[in-house]
């Protein structure tokens, strides 16, 4: 069992900048990959961003590209995800995820395991 915990979300201006981070405790977290995914009201939970165990391999989706940047730090069971250039159409529940699979994937049922969420929201 692994259990993840979200934090650093808020509101935010239009251009700002926020830094999340998800906190692993359970199983050894150095094995598995993560990766960031959201949901904003009435849509459907979407990929960000994803790393592999090693943190040698990152996979961003592509309205995130060049803004958003995910790293981890195995040896605090944490992973982060930067967020620059916010903007308002990022404004989402953030979710982080876990896969025993290894690698940076994309797709939301190679997650096994998932936090409760953080707010984002970028005013305009």
């Known amino acids: 069992q692994v259990q993840l915990v979200e934090s650093g979300g808020g509101l935010v201006q239009a251009g700002g900048s926020l830094r999340l981070s998800c906190a692993a405790s359970g199983r050894t977290f150095s094995m598995y990959a993560m990766g960031w995914f959201r949901q904003a009201p009435g849509k459907e939970r979407e990929f960000v961003a994803a790393?592999?165990?090693?943190?040698?391999?990152?996979n961003y989706a592509d309205s995130v590209k060049g803004r958003f940047t995910i790293s981890r730090d195995n040896a605090k069971n944490t992973m982060y995800l930067q967020m620059n250039s916010l903007k308002p159409e990022d404004t989402a529940v953030y979710y982080c995820?876990?896969?025993?699979?290894?690698?940076?994937?994309?797709?939301?049922?190679?997650?096994?395991?998932w936090g409760q969420g953080t707010q984002v929201t970028v005013s305009s």
């Open positions: 790393i592999s165990w090693s943190g040698g391999s990152t």
């Open positions: 995820a876990v896969s025993p699979g290894g690698y940076a994937s994309s797709w939301y049922g190679n997650y096994d395991y």
